[in-house]
């Protein structure tokens, strides 16, 4: 398995991906997508300690990924009605987009798709730099109620940067929902966060 997300991670890098970008593909951290890609068959190190997520029996069928933006849907609006709903590129695109129609639905409240895309996936990627971008194709957040949602969670930063992101923008941040929870967090900057799975260490 380990020298497959190798080759993988080493395939995409080649092709262009950022680190970010391979990150988000592998659904692992960005330091094992840096190790990752650092790999050569002569030297051997210690790998972070992470593990890989593949949702793709989920993400490659869209019944499948259907009924999952429906309970990712529910639990949202535990927390409220919802204008809004930002999808965080690449991967919480799709559920996104599933949810803003399913929570229209159940609401009746006029719910608009936003898109953002974070600073890591930018070939100038600043480590310091916390700051992504809504795309302007796609619905505004200002004045909205927002929910925000991405497939697996890390660490966290990603999710910072867009509620910050939406702050800045005039928004307010309802929730955060998640596929798949590595950090086992219950809320970022104040934003509670739901997710299906929690993986905790033992």
């Not at 094992?32 to 790999?39: E, K, N, V």
């Not at 869209?62 to 429906?70: E, H, K, P």
């Not at 925000?148 to 992101?165: M, Q, W």
Request: glycine share 8%; net charge negative.
């Amino acid at each position: 398995m380990k020298q497959k997300l190798i080759e993988k991670a080493q395939e995409l890098r080649h092709h262009g991906f950022t680190t970010g970008e391979i990150a988000d593909e592998l659904n692992v951290s960005m330091d094992t997508a840096r190790w990752l890609t650092l790999q050569k068959a002569e030297v051997k190190t210690d790998a972070p300690v992470d593990f890989a997520i593949n949702w793709k029996s989920i993400g490659g069928n869209s019944t499948r990924l259907s009924y999952v933006s429906g309970a990712l849907s529910d639990m949202a609006l535990s927390h409220g009605e919802a204008d809004t709903v930002v999808g965080i590129a690449v991967s919480g695109v799709p559920f996104a987009t599933v949810m803003a129609d399913f929570i229209e639905d159940m609401t009746g409240v006029d719910t608009s798709l936003a898109i953002f895309h974070p600073n890591k996936h930018r070939k100038d990627h600043d480590e310091t730099d916390d700051e992504g971008a809504i795309s302007t194709n796609f619905g505004s957040v200002e004045g909205k109620r927002v929910v925000i949602v991405d497939d697996v969670i890390t660490s966290g930063k990603t999710v910072k940067e867009v509620i910050h992101t939406v702050k800045d923008l005039g928004g307010e941040p309802t929730c955060v929902t998640i596929l798949i929870d590595k950090a086992g967090l219950s809320e970022i900057e104040g934003v509670p966060v739901e997710s299906l799975i929690k993986i905790s260490r033992l």
